[in-house]
């Protein structure tokens, strides 16, 4: 069964202390790798997505990369605003599951000031 | 604002009764999604429609839940005899069928509270 793990669970940060965030997969046929950012009460907002190891993509303060078994968020110089729960997800290409995500728990992320 | 729409965004209904959200895609999406998430957890995969086809469902979905996306535009999501377990955020997601690897983008959801 395809099993995605995120570590930590929860992270606490002061404003500018930059750290990463892990996602750790066990899956068969990975078709996409993708990060979400989640505020309370709201809808995941997508933020990358990676597709085979090696693979590195960078908006403003983060970096997501990908190798065959992990990826990394990392958060450089975090601000407050970045407080937020990171989802990641996958896509296998298995028989019947060729087109929804599997999550994980999410890091709840918190940039203290 | 060309996001996923989702109404209502939130919704209190006594055990038994029914309920039924609708999940407005992004317009030239073909691809929609109806997701689940309780309280810690990540989104959980309910249904699949590609157009007004449903072509997936996830063990999650019993009897009790239908879907359907009439001429594959919007969608509706209906739990009948709502249990407490139901109490939960009901995600819409869309993406376009151009090729197998493509992100989803997620509406506000819908937060179900079974009293």
């Known amino acids: 069964e395809d099993q995605v793990t995120q570590s930590p669970e929860a992270l606490r940060l002061q404003e500018g202390e930059s750290s990463s965030l892990n996602c750790s997969y066990t899956?068969?046929?990975?078709?996409?790798l993708f990060w979400y950012r989640q505020d309370p009460g709201k809808g995941p907002e997508f933020l990358f997505t990676?597709?085979?190891a090696g693979e590195e993509k960078e908006k403003e303060r983060l970096k997501a990369t990908l190798t065959k078994k992990e990826s990394f968020l990392h958060i450089t110089a975090p601000k407050p605003e970045d407080s937020a729960t990171y989802l990641c997800a996958v896509r296998v290409a298995s028989s019947g599951s060729a087109r929804q995500l599997t999550f994980g728990s999410g890091t709840q992320l918190t940039v203290l000031p | 604002d060309t996001g996923v729409s989702q109404d209502p965004r939130h919704k209190i209904t006594k055990r038994g009764q029914n309920v039924t959200f609708r999940c407005d895609p992004i317009s030239e999406h073909n691809r929609l999604y109806w997701y689940r998430q309780t309280l810690g957890q990540g989104p959980e995969f309910l249904t699949y429609?590609?157009?007004?086809?449903?072509?997936?469902k996830s063990r999650l979905l019993s009897d009790r839940f239908s879907a359907e996306r009439p001429k594959g535009s919007f969608s509706t999501l209906e739990i009948q005899r709502t249990e407490q377990g139901d109490s939960a955020m009901y995600l819409c997601?869309?993406?376009?069928?151009?090729?197998?690897?493509?992100?989803?983008?997620f509406g506000q959801g819908t937060r179900l509270t079974v009293v």
């Open positions: 429609f590609q157009n007004e086809a449903q072509l997936e």
């Open positions: 997601a869309s993406s376009l069928g151009t090729r197998l690897n493509t992100e989803a983008f």
């Open positions: 899956v068969s046929g990975l078709r996409g």
């Open positions: 990676l597709y085979s």
